[in-house]
């Protein structure tokens, strides 16, 4: 191996193993919570003779998959219990297969062909293995890495170099578009809620003349005149005109250049950002029959984000493009057999679209067209190593578009290290703001107060409301949704604990309005598209003011109105400055009581930097 791929192999492992680390962790807490509680294992015989292999210990979370999919899967196709002992050593883990000789064997061959490595080891391999195992080891903590990253990309540089170069720009500019002058493009950006737009490094002594940014449109026909089949797809949807980011983004995605939207949700930026990426795909010169794997490749934070994005996608007929759904909790064996038949569009959580990879089921080596949705929420749920490590093998020149309701350094730090002199089109304001098609109302009380206000507001919903209520805790959802329930109300809950077709029934049964309350965690701030919630009820105050905003717009999609009502307890007051700036910005009352809050918490926090002690005072 030469240095410059022995580098690319180090830096991918550094990835690996940090992302591998943060999701073996997550998905054995949730396995554990369940393990063995499904009842497909009912008829495993457990007085069998126990049957004992061992696999490397960093493919432990391979085996058992997000929130234990993968090894429910197993013992259900093989009719065995299989148990994981994670104290047998640092190097390789022991797995006890319980049930018939047959059932052994076929379960030791599908743990085989799950981890698709040597690394699948029994016990008297074990050492030979590490004697014929001549890879490199890499000493992380000694790794000259700034050497190692120009290596890198000189690596990549020369691995890429052999493939058919990709057409990005489809853009023909509408001649109504390309005579406006700069002050009805300033006018048209200001009167569809404020657009800003510019090159997000401009500073690199770079002139806007050398980057031209593309006018605004204001009609479908200015984007999409050239696409007849697009422009009667966007018809069937009953759209009336473009949304402020569209008007905005489609020129700039539709003329091959990287883009950063920052907009509020429901917005419209799925939308944005998927049809020119039709365009894109039917564009290429290698015919499709010939690519290797998926052109587009859309990330996104949770399962029900990319289900949200996959339900978009469809709505779309165009050339007969296909589009597959991969995420952690759904069926590994289903997506596997959409994936192998050939499909376009991958759209995936981070740790089941690393799965795939790592297994060579998925190859991304094709991907010419990227999407990093919700990048904010993906970083914040600690899924950068494995974001960096995609985008080692995703080919350099791709059109990489990224979209955020918020702009933190993290965000900021992954689009200068992966994009090329991408456009930022921010609606609204780069500074954090609720949507204003929202009344927020803040009620400032005791934790004891909680339940019975929130009861008297069930008590007082009309036929025609629909409530998402967010609570901080998994526990507190379940207590809640078993206390209406024995009342005779009909609700639904969504949390991280729930399966994920109990997870998608709850969303169905408030969008067909089988029931009117949905009990939540955060899992349904984000990415959750119900145009007719009327209200949100915060139980808890959020962690963060991010959330605070995500959770607010859930409700006032599409054009309507919609209410908010937190519940604030004096344990949350470090966050009240914050809290009054958003309520001041979107021309919300803000209670007294609020005020003073964020003045005893500026005041205590001051005190405790600068204390005053009597004792050593001087005069």
């Known amino acids: 191996m030469d240095n410059y791929q022995h580098s690319y192999t180090a830096i991918n492992s550094k990835f690996t193993k940090h992302g591998n680390k943060e999701r073996y962790r997550r998905n054995n807490y949730k396995y554990e919570e369940n393990q063995f509680s499904n009842s497909s294992y009912n008829n495993v015989d457990y007085e069998s003779e126990k049957f004992i292999i061992h696999i490397s210990s960093d493919k432990v979370g391979k085996l058992i998959g997000r929130s234990g999919a993968n090894i429910k899967d197993l013992q259900s196709k093989t009719n065995t219990k299989i148990q994981i002992d994670r104290s047998t050593g640092n190097d390789t883990t022991a797995v006890t297969i319980i049930g018939s000789k047959e059932a052994q064997q076929h379960a030791s061959n599908e743990i085989q062909d799950l981890l698709k490595d040597s690394l699948y080891l029994s016990l008297d391999e074990k050492n030979e293995h590490k004697e014929q195992n001549d890879e490199p080891k890499i000493d992380f903590a000694a790794f000259d890495w700034s050497k190692a990253g120009k290596e890198c990309d000189e690596y990549r540089q020369q691995k890429w170099a052999k493939y058919a170069p990709i057409i990005k720009n489809f853009y023909k500019e509408h001649p109504d578009v390309a005579k406006m002058t700069k002050e009805q493009?300033?006018?048209?950006?200001?009167?569809?809620?404020?657009?800003?737009?510019?090159?997000?490094?401009?500073?690199?002594?770079?002139?806007?003349?050398?980057?031209?940014?593309?006018?605004?449109?204001?009609?479908?026909?200015?984007?999409?005149?050239?696409?007849?089949?697009?422009?009667?797809?966007?018809?069937?949807?009953?759209?009336?005109?473009?949304?402020?980011?569209?008007?905005?983004?489609?020129?700039?995605?539709?003329?091959?250049?990287?883009?950063?939207?920052?907009?509020?949700?429901?917005?419209?930026?799925?939308?944005?950002?998927?049809?020119?990426?039709?365009?894109?795909?039917?564009?290429?010169?290698?015919?499709?029959?010939?690519?290797?794997?998926?052109?587009?490749?859309?990330?996104?934070?949770?399962?029900e984000l990319a289900l949200q994005i996959e339900k978009e996608v469809n709505k779309y007929s165009y050339h007969g493009i296909k589009a597959v759904c991969v995420y952690g909790g759904g069926s590994r064996k289903e997506q596997v057999n959409i994936v192998t038949k050939g499909v376009e569009i991958v759209i995936a959580t981070p740790g089941r679209l690393n799965d795939l990879v790592e297994a060579n089921i998925l190859n991304i080596s094709s991907v010419t067209y990227l999407v990093l949705d919700e990048a904010d929420r993906m970083l914040d749920m600690g899924f950068e190593p494995q974001i960096r490590k995609t985008l080692l093998d995703i080919r350099p020149d791709r059109q990489t578009v990224m979209t955020s309701a918020t702009w933190p350094q993290g965000v900021r730090r992954l689009a200068q290290s992966y994009m090329k002199d991408p456009i930022q089109v921010f609606v609204g304001s780069l500074d954090l703001a609720t949507v204003h098609t929202v009344m927020q109302k803040i009620y400032i009380i005791d934790e004891e107060e909680k339940t019975n206000m929130m009861y008297q507001f069930?008590?007082?919903?009309?036929?025609?409301?629909?409530?998402?209520?967010?609570?901080?805790?998994?526990?507190?959802?379940?207590?809640?949704?078993?206390?209406?329930?024995?009342?005779?109300?009909?609700?639904?809950?969504?949390?991280?604990?729930?399966?994920?077709?109990?997870?998608?029934?709850?969303?169905?049964?408030?969008?067909?309005?089988?029931?009117?309350?949905?009990?939540?965690?955060?899992?349904?701030?984000?990415?959750?598209?119900?145009?007719?919630?009327?209200?949100?009820?915060?139980?808890?105050?959020?962690?963060?003011?991010?959330?605070?905003?995500?959770?607010?717009?859930?409700?006032?999609?599409?054009?309507?109105?919609?209410?908010?009502?937190?519940?604030?307890?004096?344990?949350?007051?470090?966050?009240?400055?914050?809290?009054?700036?958003?309520?001041?910005?979107?021309?919300?009352?803000?209670?007294?009581?609020?005020?003073?809050?964020?003045?005893?918490?500026?005041?205590?926090?001051?005190?405790?930097?600068?204390?005053h002690r009597r004792g050593n005072r001087r005069y």
């Open 185 to 303: 493009v300033a006018h048209i950006r200001k009167t569809n809620n404020n657009i800003e737009v510019r090159y997000m490094f401009e500073e690199q002594e770079k002139s806007l003349e050398e980057f031209d940014i593309p006018n605004p449109i204001e009609t479908f026909e200015q984007a999409f005149e050239d696409y007849p089949e697009i422009l009667e797809e966007i018809r069937k949807q009953g759209f009336t005109k473009p949304s402020p980011i569209q008007c905005q983004a489609w020129p700039v995605l539709l003329s091959g250049k990287d883009l950063i939207g920052i907009a509020q949700t429901g917005t419209g930026k799925t939308l944005a950002f998927l049809l020119p990426a039709l365009i894109h795909i039917e564009g290429q010169e290698t015919p499709r029959s010939e690519r290797s794997g998926p052109n587009v490749l859309i990330m996104a934070p949770t399962r």
């Open 458 to 611: 069930f008590r007082e919903m009309s036929p025609t409301d629909k409530v998402i209520v967010f609570f901080g805790k998994k526990c507190r959802v379940d207590d809640v949704a078993s206390d209406l329930a024995l009342q005779g109300v009909n609700c639904q809950s969504i949390h991280g604990g729930r399966e994920q077709c109990d997870r998608e029934q709850a969303l169905e049964d408030l969008k067909l309005g089988e029931v009117q309350i949905l009990l939540a965690t955060d899992v349904a701030s984000r990415g959750i598209d119900i145009e007719d919630v009327t209200h949100v009820l915060n139980y808890d105050f959020p962690r963060d003011i991010e959330e605070y905003v995500h959770r607010v717009g859930r409700t006032g999609r599409a054009g309507r109105t919609g209410e908010s009502i937190t519940f604030m307890t004096r344990k949350d007051w470090s966050l009240a400055k914050e809290l009054i700036n958003l309520l001041e910005e979107a021309n919300q009352e803000v209670p007294e009581e609020l005020y003073q809050m964020a003045d005893r918490y500026e005041a205590r926090r001051d005190k405790r930097d600068f204390p």
